[in-house]
């Protein structure tokens, strides 16, 4: 059982949530209330009314189609931008009061084309909001070194000039400069859009792998639903205008989508999508059956891809290995239909 497609190997990434705390976490919450940006000269405006909050230590998505507001709203966060009306708080206090200046100091920003100043070599570039913070030779060295090791980058690369990077490894950097100074929350806009989709899938694993460890609060834009639903604890799905249409956990968005525009965006294959959500080890499986199939499949495949092999053998029961190789059970189609039964009952919503 090695087949392993983008959304199956999103809960094989996802699974290890919540198992570990590091010691030294700095995240705060963020809150959205009643914002509204309207550009100077535009009809219509670009965010309206948008409210929401994210936990310390989560990820939230924004998602929604080309133009409706995603960029507005987190130029927003770090004042790139000023709004309308409304407010937003980190940490419980309205950026209003702070200095531009100091709140993006105190906020990773990762963009799609990096922005990777080309005549600075890779450490100063991670170095940038360190420098500007005051901090010794020693301690930005040491802050680099780490750093590239934990965006799985070679220490002697940070010598090097943006320009002998390959796209995947500068987006890395960006990710690792964005974290420089353990900024309590982090903005990420499409970061890894422009990244071939095998790159982009390992970037995207290495990131949740990261996160487990960082546990930051992240702010995570994307226009593409199967990575909203890879890579958030929440999914703030937009419609043109800025307006939140739903606020909600992965499964209960594709179990439950609140109208027909979410339920056109998540796709018709959302029966499909909350099934590789759940890995076989979450379940709770047959000891016995009649008439199994001859396959067998991993405890940390998915149960979508648990359907994929049964529908190889009609349907049959499919016995269930764990990684060293014992039967731990079968998992039949009548399982399959029970947890899609009990996600749509679950009462996990993330509503603000
Ligand atoms: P997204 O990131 O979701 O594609 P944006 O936030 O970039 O959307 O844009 C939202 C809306 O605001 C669009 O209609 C866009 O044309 C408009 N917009 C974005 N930036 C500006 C600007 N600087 N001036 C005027 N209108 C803008
Ligand atoms: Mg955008």
Avoid at 166 to 193: I, K
Avoid at 252 to 275: C, M, N, S, T, Y
Avoid at 294 to 316: H, V, Y
């Amino acid at each position: 059982m090695t087949n392993t497609d983008q959304s199956d190997s999103a809960a094989a990434a996802k699974a290890g949530r919540g198992s570990k705390a590091t010691a030294n976490v700095t995240a705060a919450p963020l809150e959205f209330r009643n914002v509204v940006k309207r550009y100077p000269g535009a009809p219509t405006a670009a965010i309206n009314d948008l409210s929401f909050t994210v936990p310390a230590g989560e990820v939230c998505v924004l998602v929604g189609p080309s133009g409706c507001g995603k960029t507005t709203a987190m130029r927003l966060v770090n004042r790139m931008i000023d709004m309308t009306g409304g407010s937003i708080l980190i940490d419980e206090k309205t950026i209003g009061q702070r200095q531009p200046a100091e709140l993006r100091r105190e906020i990773g920003y990762v963009i799609q084309h990096v922005g990777l100043f080309p005549h600075l070599t890779i450490n100063n570039n991670i170095s940038t909001v360190p420098k500007l913070l005051g901090w010794d030779r020693k301690r930005m060295a040491a802050r680099c070194e780490e750093l590239l090791e934990l965006v799985g980058l070679p220490a002697e690369m940070g010598r090097r000039y943006p320009s002998q990077l390959s796209g995947g490894q500068r987006q890395r950097v960006g990710v690792a400069r964005a974290l420089a100074a353990d900024p309590p929350l982090m903005l990420m806009d499409e970061p890894f859009g422009a990244i071939d989709p095998i790159n982009r899938e390992r970037l995207q694993n290495e990131f949740l792998r990261l996160q487990r460890e960082i546990r930051k609060t992240i702010v995570f834009v994307t226009h593409d639903i199967d990575e909203a639903i890879k890579m958030g604890d929440r999914i703030a799905i937009l419609r043109e205008g800025g307006e939140l249409v739903q606020f909600d956990t992965p499964h209960r968005i594709l179990a439950e989508p609140a109208d027909d525009f979410v339920a056109q965006f998540v796709g018709a294959d959302r029966g499909l999508k909350r099934l590789a959500l759940t890995r076989l080890d979450e379940i709770e499986l047959k000891a016995s059956v009649d008439g199994a199939g001859g396959q067998t499949i991993s405890s940390k495949a998915t149960l979508r891809e648990a359907l994929s092999l049964m529908m190889i053998e009609e349907l049959r029961p499919v016995a269930v290995l764990d990684p060293d190789g014992n039967r731990r059970g079968y998992v039949t189609i009548e399982l399959l239909n029970q947890s899609l039964r009990r996600a749509r009952t679950d009462t996990g919503t993330g509503a603000a």
